[in-house]
């Protein structure tokens, strides 16, 4: 052997063993490489406080002992932990980026509310279709046994929920089954799967009832040309369980829950296949155009509404940010209306449902149009100018209305504010029409043609802003009620207002007391100021006298009376003067209190053409009464005969 032989083969054995070194080096550092390697790239992927710790590779598995992850989006901020993850993969795939299974034994989601924003990319970013979501799917089984979810709100409340499932991708579509429960929420189970021809269910059920799904949507997304996506859905809901599953962050009013019925929605249109990149300071998104349709059966608001039915068909058209609507003629709502709610009394039954003999019917004949644009933290929605509502049978336990239209005539504008769960209005304009209302407390005959105009000042729907009632009319007792600029401001402790009425038939305020034996003509005008306060309505010196010339009253008395007369001649006289009494006067002063308390002073001035010579009969007479509704308070002519008749007894009793 040449001397060159053993140097050839020490120094390949030399190589040998610094390539063995250097291997057995490279697999000592390839957790700690591989962590920094990861931890770049989820930090560039936007993630901070990035914490990774992993265990020595294997031919085909990897465990990660620790992973711990920061970020935030959607006005949310995040930190997800997790121990002893394991990694499975196949090494010929490897490069491409897919694994064979991802198992979580155990890792906590903590939510922590954050800043909102709308992130707009620097460049334009092409919108993936579900048909390749199903490709970039990263692994062929992921298992989660527990996840521990812990979301702080805003008022401080930390709600605690867990989560566990697995998904499983096929050649043609991915199946995902979770398991969801909470502190206070039932167990929930939710199926989502995706198909490689783009079409996405989810069906969200409860264990004990598998055949009655709380929530059951598909949505289909798929590429239509080189730059928009056709887009089509469904969505089913049972209300009732799904108001429980959303009470921890939804709280409906009292008078609202518990809520039940049924939603069915659906739509179609095409959308734009990229977010837009920021163009300055604002972007402008692409369009959508599309339809939607609306179906509510059986829906029921506590002991507001039962038997609610809305149809609704609307198009959608998107651009610079905005998304316009439309709703269609078909437009239709039904519903039975607690009509408790509406009652002008104080009542027990408000805390019951009544059930009205014919359900309410909502209408829009001539369409409703307008615009919602996403100004975050806030919705803004805006109803064109000359929109119209129409109310049919609508019933209260005071009066029915079978028609009344409700016009916007100016541009309304709503805002939406999500933070306080409040509504806003920068001024809301409403003109009423009510052609008949037919009072069932009172018969005071039908109120027609009732015209009001409204404006809600500027400010949250709730409490009320203040209301400016421009101008109000209506036709009551033959006569006409007005009043002008009439204030409501819930901030003040009394807000006072008077209607003014005109030619008043006496005839029929008369015949409220359904009395046969009096006859009345003539009109009174007047005006009432009303106080509304606190503790109720209050009138302080209100006035009514009779329209010139005057009137006639005419009292035919019973039978049980003639023969008081015919015993008592003071009585008598009284008879025959009323006989056919000519009034040329006749005023009323009134007063109400907060709490039902009636005093009226009447003063009458007349003669009888048939009686003693046409002599000047004069009447003053002070009435009080207890009343729980204020039209009861015209009942005077049966309370002026009483007094007469009491008046008359004392003068024909014995003398001292």
């Not at 711990?68 to 949310?76: C, F, K, N």
Request: with cysteine; net charge positive.
């Amino acid at each position: 052997m040449s001397p060159s032989k053993p140097i050839c083969t020490r120094v390949l054995l030399g190589a040998a063993a610094a390539l063995i070194g250097l291997a057995f080096i490279t697999y000592i550092a390839l957790p700690f490489l591989l962590a920094n390697w990861l931890q770049r790239l989820l930090t560039e992927q936007g993630f901070t406080d990035v914490r990774l710790e992993l265990g020595y590779p294997g031919l085909h598995a990897l465990r990660v002992h620790r992973l711990a992850l920061s970020g935030a989006g959607a006005g949310q901020t995040f930190t997800l932990s997790a121990r002893e993850l394991d990694i499975g993969y196949d090494l010929a795939t490897l490069a491409s980026g897919h694994l064979r299974y991802l198992r979580v034994p155990d890792a906590v989601l903590r939510m922590r509310p954050g800043a909102s924003a709308i992130v707009t990319p620097s460049q334009p970013m092409t919108l993936p279709v579900p048909t390749r979501w199903l490709a970039a799917f990263p692994l062929q089984e992921l298992d989660v046994d527990k996840l521990q979810i812990e979301w702080r709100k805003r008022d401080g409340a930390i709600l605690t929920g867990f989560v566990r499932g697995q998904a499983r991708r096929a050649d043609t579509r991915l199946l995902t089954r979770w398991s969801f429960t909470g502190d206070t929420q039932p167990l929930l189970e939710l199926a989502l799967n995706l198909t490689a021809a783009g079409e996405l269910t989810a069906t969200l059920t409860r264990p004990d009832a598998p055949d009655k799904p709380i929530i059951r949507a598909s949505a289909v997304v798929v590429a239509n040309g080189a730059d928009t996506l056709a887009l089509r859905g469904s969505f089913e809901a049972q209300l009732k369980p799904l108001a429980v599953l959303l009470s921890p962050w939804l709280t409906l009013p009292k008078t609202f829950a518990p809520i039940d019925g049924r939603l069915k929605a659906s739509w179609h249109g095409t959308g734009p296949g990229a977010l837009p990149a920021a163009t300055g300071s604002a972007s402008r998104g692409g369009t959508f155009n599309g339809t939607l349709s609306i179906d509510l059966s059986a829906l029921r608001l506590g002991t507001v509404l039962q038997d609610g039915n809305l149809h609704l068909d609307a198009t959608l058209a998107t651009g610079d940010d905005v998304l316009r609507w439309r709703i269609a003629d078909s437009l239709r709502l039904s519903a039975q209306l607690n009509p408790a709610l509406l009652t002008l009394r104080a009542s027990a039954d408000r805390a019951k449902f009544v059930r009205t003999a014919r359900p309410l019917v909502l209408r829009s004949p001539s369409g409703l149009s307008g615009k919602l644009m996403l100004t975050p933290p806030a919705f803004q929605l805006t109803v064109a100018p000359n929109s119209v509502w129409i109310v049919e049978h609508l019933e209260t336990p005071d009066a029915r209305v079978a028609k009344l239209t409700a016009t916007l005539p100016s541009l309304t504008q709503l805002t939406y504010d999500p933070e306080h769960s409040q509504w806003k209005t920068a001024g809301l304009t409403v003109t009423l029409d009510v052609p008949a209302i037919q009072p069932l407390f009172a018969g005071i005959g039908d109120v027609t043609d009732l015209r009001l105009t409204t404006r809600l000042a500027a400010g949250p729907l709730t409490p009320l802003p203040p209301v400016l009632v421009s101008d109000a009319a209506m036709t009551v007792f033959g006569g006409q009620a007005r009043a002008h600029e009439i204030r409501y401001d819930r901030a003040h402790d009394t807000n006072s207002f008077a209607i003014d009425l005109e030619h008043i038939d006496l005839a029929r305020v008369v015949a409220l007391e359904q009395q046969q034996q009096i006859e009345a003509g003539g009109t009174l005008d007047g005006r009432l100021p009303f106080n509304l306060t606190r503790h109720g309505i209050r009138i302080e010196n209100g006035v009514l006298h009779a329209s010139a010339p005057g009137g006639v009253i005419r009292y035919h008395p019973t039978d049980a009376v003639r023969s008081m007369a015919a015993a008592n001649p003071n009585l008598k006289l009284v008879l025959d003067a009323l006989s056919n009494y000519h009034y040329t006067k006749l005023d009323v002063g009134m007063n109400y209190a907060e709490n039902g308390d009636l005093a009226l002073q009447v003063a009458m001035a007349g003669r009888n053409p048939d009686w003693n010579a046409n002599q000047p009969v004069n009447l003053n007479v002070n009435l009080s009464e207890n009343i729980p509704i204020l039209l009861r308070s015209l009942r005077v002519a049966g309370e002026i005969t009483e007094k007469v008749q009491e008046k008359l007894r004392e003068r024909s009793g014995p003398k001292p």
